[in-house]
């Protein structure tokens, strides 16, 4: 059986300047060497929460508990935040005028210069930045810090690591093998990963875990495939999968007979074939997508998007058939 290594219980830290923000009455568990994705749009309390954890903020109520025992608050230590956990966050925090060696052997004692190095060496192999390691923090791109800083976080036998939005100031080539290496580093060295993201291809990419984040109250947490597939919130197929939202009224438009107020569904549950139950669309326009295409559907006034995988077959104004293969239903 799989160590809980934190548990937040009924979690509440509000700010009183800004009373939407923060979270409220927010509870789980995470287990050791497991990768955790908190997802939210701007101001949904995810930084906020990432701080309670690591002990950063003083909570209004509720505990974290790293192996049972509480994570005590800035108020309650001398130096704030707990020993056996690092935060990266999107300023790295790097001495931008020492070396990458120096920057990630400063966080081991001279006890054994030794292991010290062995260790310095070792984590830069693992983060492919040995090439790297006589460059100064000034001389490096964005993700070359990236890994410096995740590289500085976990040379010190770091238990639980904490990423503050890690792929903000990454490129869209390096951030899948950011996310490759997060991943790989995870499984080799168990260590426990939290991240928290605006972007939902980070949290289905990389986590073992999910947990959705609205105004500051926990929508939704479990694997990432079961949440995609079983969202129990409109705000969920959202932001996951860019979600169709249609009330009841425009889905009898499609010959969709729904029992609740909206139905919802992804642009890849819509089909483009002929069959008994397909209906005639226009094809409004097509957008790129590289290696596929969005096509927008119109029937009856009524607007969807779908995925066409064989680029070019559907043009802009053609007519194509289509069929709804699966859908949701929600009342809210």
């Not at 060696?101 to 984590?123: G, R």
């Not at 990389?206 to 129990?232: F, M, T």
């Amino acid at each position: 059986m799989e160590e809980q290594i934190i548990s937040v219980k009924n979690l509440t830290k509000q700010y009183q300047t800004e009373q939407a923000s923060g979270v409220r009455n927010i509870s789980f568990d995470i287990k050791k060497g497991n990768i955790v994705a908190i997802i939210g749009e701007s101001g949904s309390g995810k930084s906020t929460l990432l701080k309670c954890i690591y002990g950063l903020l003083k909570v209004d109520s509720g505990e974290v508990l790293f192996y049972g025992k509480r994570i005590l608050g800035p108020d309650e230590q001398l130096i704030p935040g707990h020993k056996q956990m690092k935060m990266v966050t999107q300023d790295f925090s790097l001495n931008i005028y020492a070396k990458v060696y120096d920057n990630i052997a400063s966080m081991l004692s001279n006890t054994n210069v030794q292991s010290k190095h062995a260790k310095t060496m070792d984590m830069m192999e693992h983060l492919h930045i040995m090439h790297l390691k006589d460059k100064k923090i000034t001389e490096l791109s964005g993700g070359e810090q990236q890994r410096v800083a995740i590289a500085k976080a976990l040379v010190s036998d770091t238990s639980v690591l904490l990423l503050d939005e890690p792929f903000s100031q990454v490129d869209a080539l390096l951030k899948n093998q950011l996310r490759a290496d997060i991943k790989r580093i995870a499984a080799d060295t168990g260590v426990t990963v939290i991240m928290v993201s605006h972007d939902p291809a980070d949290g289905l990419f990389l986590s073992d875990e999910l947990l959705i984040l609205k105004g500051g109250e926990l929508l939704q947490k479990g694997k990432p495939s079961h949440i995609y597939h079983h969202p129990d919130h409109i705000y969920t197929a959202q932001i996951l999968g860019n979600a169709v939202v249609l009330n009841t009224e425009d889905a009898l438009k499609l010959g969709i007979n729904a029992n609740k107020a909206h139905v919802v569904f992804y642009p890849e549950w819509v089909e483009l074939k002929s069959s008994w139950n397909s209906r005639r669309f226009e094809v409004k326009d097509v957008y790129y997508k590289g290696f596929y295409e969005e096509l927008l559907l119109e029937r009856n006034g009524v607007k969807i998007r779908a995925i066409q995988l064989n680029r070019g077959e559907h043009k802009k104004n053609d007519h194509v058939q289509a069929n709804i293969s699966h859908f949701l239903e929600y009342n809210t």
